[in-house]
């Protein structure tokens, strides 16, 4: 059974803050993703991740970077956090030449 | 014009009823189609793809419709636990992009 689990489930920060969102998957998968899901505006792609060491911008990588160190687990940075950067972000993980994606439980961010 | 949209509902529906939800998209070499279903407060989850000649899965069927660009989901027989959202992904390339997704709430 595909586990993805991400760091913090609820997550507070203040306005300039570095924010570090932590992803891991233990079913040896090659690719992950980041998401925000806002209201409206349904699942955004920030980056996504072929291999350990690449990144890939998605649709809205402003403000974000992202680090790949080790195979399993990927991690979303937030520079200097702003309150737009507010929202649900969602990890994913899927193997290669498949598409269905498994995702962690979801890391609400409230900036303020 | 978003690349892949859906009406967002909420659609009510008493128990018993038949659904039907559309996701349109705008790019015509898109190569795969899914849905995803997502409860309130957690993870999406792969629900079921979408093939050219249509698949269905107990209540549930879904259809490519490519000259019209949409894809569809049917939902017979709707039970209280089909209240979710569904998403409709569209791939294209390496590349997804997931709908807004679309709220179905089921009614005793």
């Known amino acids: 059974d595909v586990k993805v689990t991400q760091s913090s489930r609820y997550l507070v920060k203040r306005t300039g803050e570095k924010v570090f969102l932590e992803c891991v998957q233990d079913?040896?998968?090659?690719?992950m993703f980041w998401y925000r899901q806002d209201p409206g505006l349904g699942l955004r792609l920030i980056y996504f991740?072929?291999?350990?060491?690449?990144?890939e911008k998605g649709d809205i990588p402003e403000g974000y970077s992202v680090s790949r160190e080790k195979k399993e687990r990927f991690s979303l940075i937030l520079e200097s956090a702003s309150t737009n950067q507010t929202s649900m972000y969602l990890c994913?993980?899927?193997?290669?030449?498949?598409?269905?994606?498994?995702f962690g439980p979801g890391t609400r961010l409230t900036v303020t | 014009r978003k690349e892949v949209e859906q009406d967002p509902g909420p659609f009510n529906v008493p128990e018993g009823a038949t659904v039907a939800f559309n996701c349109t998209y705008s790019?015509?070499?898109?190569?795969?189609f899914f849905w995803y279903r997502q409860d309130c407060r957690k993870e999406p989850k792969l629900l079921m793809s979408?093939?050219?000649s249509g698949n269905e899965d107990g209540r549930f069927t879904a259809q490519l419709n490519r000259a019209s660009q949409y894809i569809s989901l049917l939902i017979r027989d709707s039970k209280l636990s089909d209240s979710a959202t569904y998403l409709c992904?569209?791939?294209?390339?390496?590349?997804?992009?997931f709908g807004g997704g679309t709220r179905l709430m089921v009614k005793p």
């Open positions: 994913a993980s899927t193997p290669t030449a498949s598409v269905e994606q498994y």
């Open positions: 079913m040896d998968h090659e690719n």
């Open positions: 991740s072929y291999d350990v060491k690449m990144k």
């Open positions: 790019n015509s070499a898109s190569q795969s």
């Open positions: 979408v093939y050219s």
């Open positions: 992904v569209v791939i294209f390339g390496n590349m997804l992009t």
